[in-house]
């Protein structure tokens, strides 16, 4: 009998989870089957899994097939990294101690990633939340100004009414500007050299006359 790891869905519709078993190849997806080997939840962040890993190395061991799911879960958690050890162990490539050796050393590191992951995941969601309060915060301070806002009396404002600059410029055109001006004295005539001579003779014939009437 040809035997499948796969993934048997369980759950409600938007929320499945998955139980990883060795089934029949050719019964249903969701029928019976041979052996639960754990279960796979991706609606985690990192996503659950959560397997029997001697069961699970047991069945792949012996040749059991895998849908494309099931085998990215096993490499994940390492059952086929161990397998392909336990191969070069039996063709003597290594000795089992270095087997383990090298296993040891994978199983650190992934769990140094994923320990990674968890870590900046809780503070990327930290963050978040931070960001969240703190908008939320002036939200609500903004919500207390408007209503103090709101409930403070209002104080009417006289002010003086400044005429407009069109009413000042209408006034200034109908007064009537008032015209000063002052006469100009007018300049006396001064005697032309004509008049001068004609004085002169004048002047000379009185003298002619006074000295007749002397003789």
């Known amino acids: 009998m040809a035997t499948k790891i796969r993934l048997q869905r369980h759950g409600k519709k938007g929320y ?9 190849s050719r019964a249903k997806r969701d029928g019976k089957f041979i052996e639960k080997l754990g279960i796979y939840n991706p609606n985690t962040n990192p996503a659950t899994i959560d397997i029997n ?43 089992a101690e270095e087997a383990d050796k090298r296993f040891e050393a994978w199983m650190k590191e992934k769990e140094a990633k994923v320990e990674a992951k968890r870590s900046g995941l809780s503070t990327a969601a930290q963050k978040a939340e931070a960001d ?10 903004e919500r207390a100004a408007a209503l103090a806002a709101a409930a403070a009396p209002v104080v009417e404002e006289v002010t003086e009414e400044t005429p407009a600059a069109e009413e000042v410029a209408e006034a200034t055109e109908e007064a009537p500007a008032e015209e000063t001006t002052e006469e100009t004295p007018v300049a006396e005539e001064t005697p032309t050299a004509e008049a001068a001579e004609e004085a002169s003779a004048a002047t000379d014939e009185e003298n002619n006359e006074e000295k007749k009437a002397a003789e």
């Open 132 to 141: 969240r309060l703190k908008a939320e915060k002036a939200k609500n301070e």
């Open 53 to 95: 890993f001697d069961k699970t190395l047991e069945w792949v061991g012996v040749g059991a097939e895998m849908s494309d799911t099931a085998r990215a879960i096993l490499s994940y958690k390492g059952v086929l990294y161990k397998n392909h050890l336990d191969k070069g162990v039996k063709k003597g490539a290594f000795t």
């Open 16 to 24: 499945a989870f998955f139980h990883l078993v060795v089934a029949d």
